[in-house]
């Protein structure tokens, strides 16, 4: 009996010591964890809780639920758990991040739930295909979202090889270009962008 007692003694001793390394070794995505809404070119703080790891890490985001990892990140050296990401300029809701250690890729965690990504400048007109008079008055319009609200609008006429400002510093979401310039041409975008953040634009 006695050898019995010791026996299940030291079995419930591994095993408690067992969850404790585990414990002890332990990878948790705090943000984004599910539900938030970023905006593309936006700079977000990815947030995770640590023990037991080697404070070298890949940071990757999944635009598809999980099924394909693109790599934000390789073998940085982090020991504070947060990164500054540049938000990707694509549209999704079914967005997760993963941290792993780089040297233990089985310590890892990922988002409990998918969040989303907004495009944070859609320009609705011009959009393609549009015949405009040149020295006539036309309407420029877009659709922001997660900008600072304030915007440059420009246009191209060789297909966004060059830009030429319309507008700057303008806090609306719509522009009466008059009049449209007298520079014919087949390849003229027009491009709208936020002041501050000129990588959240669209044309």
């Known amino acids: 009996n006695s050898i019995y007692t010791m026996r299940n003694f030291f079995t419930s001793l591994i095993m408690m010591l067992g969850l404790m390394a585990a414990n002890a070794q332990s990878v948790t995505v705090t943000q984004p964890n599910g539900g938030e809404v970023l905006y593309g070119c936006q700079n977000y703080l990815i947030k995770w809780n640590s023990s037991g790891v080697s404070n070298f890490w890949n940071i990757d985001y999944s635009l598809n639920g999980g099924s394909i990892w693109v790599s934000v990140a390789s073998n940085l050296n982090i020991t504070n758990g947060q990164y500054s990401w540049t938000v990707p300029m694509v549209a999704s809701s079914n967005v997760l991040v993963r941290v792993l250690d780089y040297n233990a890729p089985s310590k890892r965690d990922s988002s409990n739930a998918p969040f989303t990504i907004q495009l944070p400048i859609t320009v609705t007109s011009p959009n393609g295909g549009e015949i405009w008079q040149a020295l006539l008055s036309k309407h420029i319009t877009w659709v922001p979202a997660g900008t600072s609200g304030i915007f440059n609008v420009s246009y ?29 041409s087949t390849q003229a975008l027009i491009r709208v962008q936020d002041a501050t953040t000129a990588c959240q634009q669209d044309q």
């Open 156 to 184: 191209s006429t060789n297909n966004g090889s060059s830009w030429n400002s319309i507008v700057n510093n303008i806090a609306a979401n719509n522009y009466t270009w008059n009049p449209v310039v007298n520079n014919p």
